[in-house]
């Protein structure tokens, strides 16, 4: 089964570092979201991708989260500095939307990178 | 913004009874996703449904959507113990590009 691969599946590291996830989309997907997890807020989507073009990113904090597709196998997403409020699950998903602007698809999750911040 | 909310958000049962959730959404929608989170890893979909459908079946799972009351319950009968995990709802606008809002989850825990 093709699955989405994010890389690293935990970090622990000191405020004011800079930490940076990765993620590998299923191939041929052309979208790719990027969603933080906590126990407070739940699921928020911080940005998303299509044809590695980023569509929107407002939920994104934009002094310190940057989120880049340097080609169609690759998607990161960049924290500097970090703070302790970041510590959180991130996770990356995929997915393929056809030309016509079709939505219903589903979306293809990884198991995350679990941050904390220190 | 349009978000799913679940109801209940904790539910805990007996292996071989039927867990329901339901899931409210405040706008219009293109489609209404459930997705299953097991502890320590990633959203798996579960199953879609249109907006001019009123039912869909896969498996044990049962969906229902009342575009009329904005909302929709999720029926698992028959639970076992591997059905323990979060369930969520999400709502996919309109206007496309497959992005979804996601509701805060139910949390089912299936005792064997």
């Known amino acids: 089964d093709a699955r989405v691969t994010q890389t690293p599946r935990h970090k622990v590291t000191e405020m004011g570092q800079e930490v940076t996830m990765r993620c590998q989309p299923i191939?041929?997907?052309?979208?790719v979201f990027w969603y933080r997890q906590t126990m407070m807020q739940g699921l928020e989507l911080l940005a998303y991708?299509?044809?590695?073009?980023?569509?929107?990113d407002s939920g994104m904090p934009k002094d310190r989260f940057s989120a880049e597709m340097p080609d169609a196998t690759l998607a990161t997403l960049k924290i500097q500095p970090s703070e302790p409020r970041d510590s959180a699950v991130y996770f990356c998903?995929?997915?393929?939307?056809?030309?016509?602007?079709?939505?219903?698809?589903?979306?293809?999750f990884g198991d995350g990178t679990r941050l904390s911040i220190l | 913004s349009q978000q799913g909310e679940e109801d209940p958000q904790a539910l805990s049962i007996q292996e071989g009874e039927n867990a329901t959730m339901n899931c409210s959404y405040k706008?219009?929608?293109?489609?209404l996703q459930w997705y299953r989170q097991n502890s320590g890893r990633g959203l798996v979909h579960l199953i879609l449904?249109?907006?001019?459908?009123r039912e869909k079946h896969s498996g044990r799972l049962r969906v229902t959507l009342d575009t009329s009351k904005k909302s929709s319950s999720l029926l698992i009968t028959a639970s076992r113990a591997a059905d323990t995990a979060s369930y969520f709802c999400?709502?996919?606008?309109?206007?496309?590009?497959?992005?979804?809002?996601f509701g805060k989850g139910n949390q089912v825990v299936v005792i064997p």
């Open positions: 191939l041929g997907h052309n979208t």
């Open positions: 449904i249109r907006s001019n459908e």
């Open positions: 706008t219009s929608i293109n489609n």
């Open positions: 998903a995929s997915g393929l939307v056809a030309m016509d602007r079709d939505n219903n698809q589903p979306q293809h």
């Open positions: 999400a709502t996919a606008f309109p206007w496309g590009n497959n992005r979804l809002a």
């Open positions: 991708f299509r044809n590695r073009a980023p569509l929107d």
